[in-house]
């Protein structure tokens, strides 16, 4: 297949990327290069526009005949979210729905898109399947749902067919070396602790330690980003026209903060101290997935996730690759 790839040149589209060409499929990337990296994609065609480029995104749709849209781009930190909502709703919801306008003129219907865990809010329970309530609790998770939505509708009037993937916590670098997390600022919990062992920064932040987990610190769901792609390169095989279907993607096994760190320490033989503060707004306890749609509907068995091989993984890339891809940062987003 000709496909696609909005996002390409971020952390989860670049390995996704290299998956579908190792899988026989051709993909070309449109990223606008905010949050992702040229050297990312250096042997792949890429478009350099952004989502909400009406005219750009429709002469690149329209430059060959692509079969499927695989659709990554998106803005991701939570806390921003709150701050800036108008930025994430432009970003993740309307820039979506001129992704699916322009497609939708190009005669293009199968779609396979990136969501989030953050869907589920903070589920009564803590292992989450497909059809546990929907219940955002920032805006984030709710400019992603709400393309969810939207995607569902399109499906139902007009045939476009989809697979949406619900991912929790992505981690670890493909076992290459080559290709991993450069995100600034960085949020997420291995890169961090990783950076605190590696000098960059003085301690790791556990935020909250009074949470009714094992060890008092928040339980999440690490999945890593191979496995991610190779759920995408599955679903591509499983678009159904007039069909949209969403797939937790996780591996289903919870670790805590301090578990996680504890694994940091272990694999890099460096101490990383820790700073404890207050839990933050928003977090739920315990997050974790049920994965058995995606393994039955995919036919996916996460290869990956063990958080011995994710932490490894992520350590082999951020030792080898302390400046990430050393490329100039983008000044930082600016909003009216
Ligand atoms: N990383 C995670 O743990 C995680 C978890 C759940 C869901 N997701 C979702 O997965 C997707 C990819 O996440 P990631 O971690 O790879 O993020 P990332 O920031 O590394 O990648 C996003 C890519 O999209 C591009 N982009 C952003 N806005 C764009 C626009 N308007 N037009 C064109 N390109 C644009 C960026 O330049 C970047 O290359 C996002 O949609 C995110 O919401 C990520």
Known sequence: MRLFVTGGAGYIGSHAVRRFREAGHEPWVY??????????????????????????????????????????????????????????????????????????????????????????????????????????????????????????????????????????????????????????????????????????????????????????????????VEDLAEAHLLALEQIVPGRSVACNLGSGSPHSVQEVIEQCRRVTGISIPAQLSPRRPGDAASLFADTRRARELLGWEPRYSSLDNIVASAWAWHSRHPAGYGEPQHSPITFP
């Open 31 to 224: 990223d606008n290069l905010s949050t992702g990296h040229r050297g990312a994609v250096a042997d792949f065609p890429l478009f350099v526009g952004d989502l909400g480029d009406e005219q750009t995104l429709t002469s690149a749709l329209s430059s060959t005949q692509f079969d499927a849209v695989v659709h990554f781009a998106g803005a991701a930190l939570v806390a921003e979210s709150i701050r800036e909502p108008l930025h994430y709703f432009a970003q993740n919801t309307s820039r979506g729905v001129t992704l699916l306008t322009a497609m939708h003129r190009q005669g293009i219907n199968r779609l396979v898109m990136s969501s989030t865990c953050t869907v589920y809010g903070q589920p009564p329970g803590d292992m989450v399947r497909e059809d546990s309530p929907l219940a955002p609790i920032n805006p984030y998770a709710r400019s992603k749902l709400a393309l969810e939505w939207c995607v569902a509708d399109c499906a139902a009037a007009f045939g476009l067919g989809a697979v949406v993937l619900r991912y929790f916590n992505a981690a670890g670098a493909h076992q290459r070396g080559d290709l991993g997390e450069d995100h600034t600022p960085e949020t997420h919990l291995i890169p961090n602790a990783l950076r605190v062992a590696l000098g960059q920064e003085q301690c790791v932040h556990v935020c909250g330690t009074d949470y009714p987990t094992p060890d008092g610190t928040c339980l999440r769901d690490y999945v890593h």
